[in-house]
């Protein structure tokens, strides 16, 4: 097969790898996949700009990573809460919480849908503490859509097999398997 798989590594940081045909895409620079410290499309929302620790402003990883979802949640709220607590919180209705959620999963819709339109892959995987958040596999692609440009959108938003503690390389590798086989 030729599948190409984007996996992404939404934990403490925000990685990714890409896979084609089963095999990991390293680049000419060895920086395939670097979706992390690419800056965030910005949205029409009045966000502030975030400083990333590469030095750079709003990288993907300032706004996709957990500690940046927690964050965000501060920034909004004023509430310190962990990344599961805010999840917890969304489950039981509760709205603040609910629109930290919905805030990032458009905010992880619009960065890939940049992937989708420079790689179009057939699949993009999640891995990390942030795949767990079972919402986002319904919601970011029913947004992602927006910013594709395309009529018709057929990549799959999976959560990485092995949960998320898959590496970046093993999560693209297994999922080009899994994307052969289904």
Do not use: K
């Amino acid at each position: 097969g030729h599948d190409v798989v984007f996996a992404a590594i939404l934990g403490t940081g925000v990685g990714a790898g890409i896979a084609v045909g089963g095999r990991v895409l390293r680049g000419r620079n060895a920086v395939a996949g670097e979706w992390g410290h690419n800056p965030l499309p910005r949205a029409a929302d009045a966000s502030p700009r975030l400083r990333c620790w590469c030095g750079r402003d709003d990288c993907v990883e300032t706004w996709l990573s957990g500690p940046a979802l927690a964050a965000d949640h501060r920034r909004v709220t004023g509430e310190v809460l962990t990344v599961p607590q805010i999840v917890s919180a969304a489950q039981a209705g509760q709205a603040p919480a609910q629109a930290t959620l919905a805030r990032y999963a458009d905010r992880l819709a619009r960065a890939l849908a940049q992937v989708i339109n420079v790689l179009d892959p057939d699949v993009i995987v999640l891995g990390g503490g942030m795949s767990n958040v079972a919402a986002l596999y319904t919601e970011v692609p029913r947004l992602w859509g927006a910013q594709v440009f395309s009529d018709q959108i057929a990549t799959r938003l999976l959560p990485a097999r092995h949960g998320d503690s898959s590496g970046v390389r093993g999560a693209a590798w297994l999922s080009a398997s899994r994307a052969r086989a289904g």
